[in-house]
Nanobody, 124 residues
Framework: QVQLVESGGGLVQTGGSLRLSCAASGRTFKDYAMGWFRQAPGKVREFVTAISWSGTSTSYADSVKGRFTISRDNAKNTVNLQMNNLKPEDTAVYYC?????????????????WGQGTQVTVSS
């Protein structure tokens, strides 16, 4: 099983940037894909982005394409989410996820391990 710890959330103004990090432990990091989901109050948890074990394949939700960038460092067992040009609708708790079942990254139920979440608030 994989243990995940997120960091880097906070309060930022519209148009600002934040960088989230997720540290993984418990299994060989390069054995599995990593992803980020988010959940706003009263809404379901939604896919944001994911990256393959090698880092060569990524996927993004349409709402964040061109603004968010996922990356991973297999030597440091970390995955990062660089968020630029933030909007109020990006406000949510952001969760790091690891080790999905199968090849579909978009469904939260397919991911085996989750972090505790970090709050991102974008003020208008």
């Amino acid at each position: 099983q994989v243990q995940l710890v997120e960091s880097g959330g906070g309060l930022v103004q519209t148009g600002g940037s934040l960088r989230l990090s997720c540290a993984a432990s418990g299994r060989t990091f390069k054995d599995y894909a990593m992803g980020w989901f988010r959940q706003a109050p009263g809404k379901v948890r939604e896919f944001v982005t994911a990256i393959s074990w090698s880092g060569t394949s990524t996927s993004y939700a349409d709402s964040v394409k061109g603004r968010f960038t996922i990356s991973r460092d297999n030597a440091k067992n970390t995955v990062n989410l660089q968020m630029n040009n933030l909007k109020p609708e990006d406000t949510a708790v952001y969760y790091c996820a690891a080790d999905p079942f199968g090849s579909s990254w978009f469904e939260s139920l397919r991911w085996r391990s989750w972090g505790q979440g970090t709050q991102v608030t974008v003020s208008s």
